[in-house]
C-alpha cells in the first residue's frame, strides 16, 4: 500500500530566510503525481505545488520549488524568502496519476515564520 | 459559486445523536470528496462522489457514516449515534472531474462530540 511519510511535525524559519520541508513515500508504481497543500488557521486547504512523476524536471511556484528525487521516493519543498504569510501546516499528498481517485495524505509539517 | 462552501462550520453535539454535515461544490464540479482530519493527523479518505454515484464506500469508517449526494450538486454527509471518536475537521472538496488532478477544498467543518 502506499504511503505518505513527513517526518518533521513542526519547523521554524526566520523571515526571508529558505526552508525545506520534507516528504518521502512509498509505492510500487511509476506513473503519479505529487503535492504540496498549505493549510493555514483558517482550515482551507490550499494546492501549492504539483508534480507529475514522469517529469524530471523539478516544479517551481515563484517561491516555492520542489525536490523531486524518483528513485529516492523523496519530495521536498523550498520556500524561499519566507513571509509571515506562509505559516500553515503543510501536507504532502501522493495520487496514483490512473486508476484511482484516491489521494494519499502525510500527517503534515506545521512551518511557523518568526518575525 | 465562488468555492466549496461547508455547513456548519463548527458543530458540537451530545454522544449517540445523529449529525448531518453539508458540502456544496463548486458548480460544475462532477467529482466530490469528503475527508477526515483528526488532531495530528493527515487527511483520511472517507468517500468520493462521480456525479450522484459513490463507487467505493470502502473509506468510511464505520456503518454509522454514510453520504449521498443529490443533483450532481450539494453532498450530504450523516454520522449516525455519534461517538467522541467522530470528533474530527471534516473536509470536502471538489474537482472538474475525478481524473482531473487538482482539488479545490472547503473550510471545513469541526464536529465535537461531547
Known amino acids: 500500500a502506499q504511503t505518505v511519510t513527513q517526518s518533521q511535525p513542526e519547523m521554524s524559519v526566520q523571515e526571508a530566510e529558505t526552508v525545506t520541508l520534507s516528504c518521502t513515500y512509498d509505492?510500487?508504481?511509476?506513473?503519479?503525481?505529487l503535492f504540496w497543500y498549505k493549510q493555514p488557521p483558517s482550515r482551507q486547504m490550499i494546492l501549492v505545488i504539483r508534480?507529475?512523476?514522469?517529469?524530471?524536471q523539478n516544479a517551481t511556484e515563484n517561491r516555492f520549488s520542489v525536490n523531486f528525487q524518483k528513485a529516492a521516493k523523496s519530495f521536498s519543498l523550498k520556500i524561499s524568502d519566507s513571509q509571515l504569510g506562509d505559516a500553515a501546516m503543510y501536507f504532502c499528498?501522493?495520487?496514483?496519476?490512473?486508476?484511482?481517485?484516491?489521494?494519499?495524505f502525510g500527517t503534515g509539517t506545521r512551518l511557523k515564520v518568526l518575525a | 459559486g465562488a468555492g466549496v462552501s461547508q455547513s456548519p462550520s463548527n458543530k458540537v453535539t451530545e454522544k449517540g445523536k445523529d449529525v448531518e454535515l453539508r458540502c456544496d461544490p463548486i458548480?460544475?464540479?462532477?467529482?466530490l470528496y469528503w475527508y477526515r482530519q483528526s488532531l495530528g493527523q493527515g487527511l483520511e479518505f472517507l468517500i468520493y462522489f462521480q456525479g450522484n454515484s459513490a463507487p467505493d464506500k470502502s473509506g468510511l469508517p464505520s456503518d454509522r457514516f454514510s453520504a449521498e449526494r443529490t443533483g450532481g450538486s450539494v453532498s450530504t454527509l450523516t454520522i449516525q449515534r455519534t461517538q467522541q471518536e467522530d470528533s474530527a475537521v471534516y473536509l470536502c472538496a471538489s474537482s472538474l472531474v475525478v481524473t482531473y488532478n487538482e482539488q479545490f477544498f472547503g473550510p471545513g467543518t469541526r464536529l465535537t462530540v461531547l
Open positions: 499528498a501522493y495520487k496514483l496519476r490512473s486508476g484511482t481517485y484516491k489521494y494519499i
Open positions: 508534480q507529475e512523476a514522469y517529469k524530471q
Open positions: 458548480s460544475g464540479h462532477t467529482a
Open positions: 509505492t510500487s508504481e511509476s506513473d503519479y503525481y
